[in-house]
């Protein structure tokens, strides 16, 4: 039977590890682009499938709350996802829900993905596919993935890959460290608009 203490002291290890390793001029650089999507008046997409998709909604609460950020993403929304998925496909449901958005030059998309879309492997095509048309209409890309970046890291103007120290927990550390990520962001003084509740209140 497995050591569970011993297994948690390794997991969090690797947890320190990452902290340890991560690129902290790229999350300074996402907090500047936001900061100037805000003053341009741009909206915030957020696009991400599982794990990555619960994150989303995540965000776009923090932001829109804390940061003052018009943020969306199409995951919110899961009678337009499915018909969509229904009608037209899964690889086609975020760039079309895109378009239907008018997203234009003064928005920006924020990806959270494991491994960021492969189009040669044929993974998250849905998000390959909504980047490549970010690409076209100008759109600032920003991204927290995993792995090597995927397609998100090979297009985007800001994207931080969260390190691999385990090959067992890609995807729980890169799923994780996406809210350890957006939490900073959000706290960060260039974008956080005002205390939240209980930082409010006083201290403890």
Known sequence: MENTQNFSEAYFQETRAIVDTLDHDAIERIARELAALRSRGGRLFLLGVGGSA????????DFRKICGIEAYTPVDNAYELTARTNDDGWHTVFVDWLKGSRM???DAILVFSVGG??????????????????????????????RRGGYTKEVGDV?????????????????????????????HPELRAGATKWESIGPV
């Not at 890959?161 to 962001?185: D, K, M, R, S, Y």
């Open 117 to 146: 879309g492969d189009a040669e492997k044929n993974v998250s095509m849905n998000i390959v596919h909504a980047l490549q048309e970010a690409k076209k209409v100008g759109v600032k890309i920003l991204g927290v993935v995993g």
């Open 54 to 61: 619960a994150n989303c909604s995540h965000a776009v609460n």
């Open 159 to 187: 994207v931080l890959v969260i390190p691999t120290v385990n090959n067992a927990h890609i995807t729980a550390h890169t799923e994780g460290f996406q809210l350890v990520v957006l939490h900073c962001l959000v706290s």
């Open 104 to 106: 234009n030059n003064k």
